[in-house]
């Protein structure tokens, strides 16, 4: 099994133990290991067969847990798991679907009015029985009708680019121990770096067709054979996502890689260019149309290119284009007059500036974060533990903060004592918008901050002219320097709320404050449409992890794609730069 499969069964043991009243802390254990695996790029199967490590070294990982671990490596089953699924109604998990609806308030539901299914619960509240319910309301039944919508949606039903990241990586290794395989290359919306991916694509320049898809077939995550053909064959594989495997003549591998990458939009667009050329592209390579341009499109005779991408784009007059710009946008268009962007490489990064450590929500304490950034080579961090309004995650108040920021100041000094010091620790702190206005600390505590994110975790449901001016309060606040996860959103579970985002870019561009784009899977938040035009209006952005466990630290590459989309060069990233070009561009 994947880390995303174990992560997602650990979290799927949560939610059925939270919905039947279970030990709030045996609850948090499962989900802190879940946050734990899904941030991991190394498989766990590596940690356990490599000598000298334990599953046990993981944040969050004792003995019982990590026998969990291995029974699903070993089975890809877990028997607690499936001993709960059969004590919890199916539907439960259908409606925890719906944004906001989370083990308890479902449990509700379906005691309280025999709810049984998305349907059931839509003419619940449309009939106002849901607002009869205990803690639930006319403004909870309003919020609920809304968002079954949601829930409903087959786009959110898609898999989490980093879920399908690591079937991809799995996937690959395997398929490239058949000696029948010169060269594999996955296509489709996970390379364009998309945030969900519905099916997976993959491109083989092999010797012989029928034994690659043998062993494609015979991969221990095979689950069902869906198409065999001459050169394609589909199957289903983990998490019910489908596979789809092509295998093409070497002459043909770019432009087949080219054409399965996408999107469609963007081939439509560079066929038509083809053709105004005399030209015809597929997924075999580039011909000349007989007759001329306006022939019918039938290639004869060899073809002029197809082996690289780079040879297929260089046939209709155009550079190469990073597969995260080809959307049917302008991409083609700039390619033309020699305008792409040099987009933004994770090597670029020099700092991250916003995570969390055992003082609030995380999962490892302040040096522990600390000697993880170290080790992936960064030159500063900012330590950004939430203030007092976040209540839930012990959020810090004065004193607490204060003091913590005495430990950063004592650890920079140990850090010099031997000469430059290997990183550089910032005092943070990841402030509230409160409702009614204001942040949730006073500006002579953030006075002395070297860093300070502005958050909106609560009141998400205000209308939208209070929501907007309560960040733009935010941003014109000279204490400031960046506002995080800037919509709220999470992926497939909550949409964004109600802001314009319009007049809150205007007010970050007036003021130099800069936006995030929170690399977590589940937020990548900005979008990149958003972080687009972010850059248009001269706002620097931020790329941050929001990290809660030194595994966390591993998601910057997922900030790293959606900037990548966005269009972003280094310079547009704030934290590309060195600390103290960073000082010199902050308000």
């Known amino acids: 099994m994947t880390n995303a499969d174990i992560a997602s069964a650990f979290d799927h043991v949560a939610d059925l133990l939270e919905y039947q009243g279970a030990n709030v802390f045996r609850v948090r254990a499962y989900r802190n290991a879940a946050r734990t695996i899904s941030g991991m790029v190394e498989s766990l199967a590596s940690v356990r067969g490599e000598s000298g490590r334990s599953l046990t070294d993981l944040e969050g990982v004792g003995a019982d847990l990590a026998g969990k671990i291995e029974t699903l490596l070993d089975t890809g089953k877990l028997p607690l798991l499936e001993e709960l699924a059969r004590e919890v109604p199916a539907v439960v998990f259908e409606l925890m679907r719906v944004p906001g609806l989370g083990p308890k308030k479902v449990k509700a539901l379906v005691d309280g009015l025999d709810i049984d299914s998305l349907d059931a619960l839509e003419q619940a509240c449309r009939k106002g029985r849901v607002a009869t319910i205990k803690g639930f309301g006319a403004k909870t039944q309003a919020a609920i009708l809304t968002n079954i919508a949601f829930a409903k949606s087959p786009e959110h039903a898609r898999l989490l680019w980093a879920d399908a990241d690591a079937i991809v990586q799995t996937l690959l290794a395997w398929m490239r121990r058949c000696p029948q395989v010169r060269r594999i290359e996955a296509a489709g919306s996970w390379r364009r770096g998309r945030e969900t991916v519905g099916d997976l694509d993959l491109v083989v320049d092999g010797d012989d067709a029928a034994s690659v898809m043998d062993h494609l077939h015979g991969w221990p995550e095979t689950s069902a054979v869906l198409l065999r053909g001459d050169t ?26 080219q054409y399965f990458t996408g999107s469609k939009e963007h081939n439509v667009k560079l066929r038509s260019r083809a053709r105004d050329r005399g030209l015809t592209i597929n997924e075999y ?131 010099s004592q031997d000469g430059p010091p290997p990183i550089v620790v910032l005092k943070g702190i990841e402030v509230d918008m409160l409702e009614k206005g204001g ?132 310079a547009d990233v704030a934290n590309t730069r060195t600390l103290a070009q960073l000082k010199k561009l902050m308000k």
């Open 232 to 257: 394609k064959t589909s199957i289903r594989g983990p998490r019910n996502v489908q596979v789809d495997l092509r295998v093409v003549d070497r002459g043909a591998f770019g432009a087949a890689w």
């Open 285 to 415: 390579g580039v011909w000349r149309i007989p007759g001329g341009v306006d022939a019918e499109p039938r290639p004869r005779g060899p073809s002029l290119a197809g082996e690289t991408e780079e040879d297929v784009y260089r046939a209709v007059g155009l550079p190469w284009i990073p597969p995260e710009l080809r959307e049917g946008g302008d991409e083609i268009h700039r390619a033309e007059l020699g305008e792409l962007p040099e987009l933004v490489e994770l090597t670029d990064i020099h700092g991250d500036l916003h995570m969390h450590t055992t003082a609030t929500d995380g999962e490892a304490t302040l040096g522990e974060m600390v000697r993880a950034a170290i080790e992936r080579g960064l030159a500063y961090v900012a330590i950004t533990d939430h203030g007092q309004r976040v209540t839930m995650a012990h959020g810090l108040d004065r004193k607490r903060l204060l003091h913590q920021w005495g430990e950063i100041d004592r650890l920079n000094e140990s850090l």
């Open 439 to 570: 942040l949730d600390l006073p500006d002579d505590v953030l006075a002395k901050a070297d860093w300070v994110v502005a958050s909106l975790h609560y009141g998400q449901h205000q209308p939208r002219d209070r929501i907007t001016a309560r960040i733009v309060e935010a941003i014109e606040n000279p204490h400031v320097s960046v506002i995080g996860h800037p919509t709220g959103r999470l992926i497939n579970r909550r949409p964004a709320y109600d802001v314009d985002m319009e007049a809150v870019i205007d007010a970050a561009a007036r003021t130099g404050t800069f936006l995030e784009i929170n690399a977590n899977p589940w937020r990548l938040d900005l979008d990149d449409r958003l972080a687009a035009a972010a850059k248009r209006a001269g706002v620097k952005l931020v790329i941050s992890t929001d990290a809660h466990s030194t595994a966390g630290l591993e998601v910057m590459r997922c900030g790293i794609l959606q900037a990548r989309r966005a269009g972003l060069e280094a």
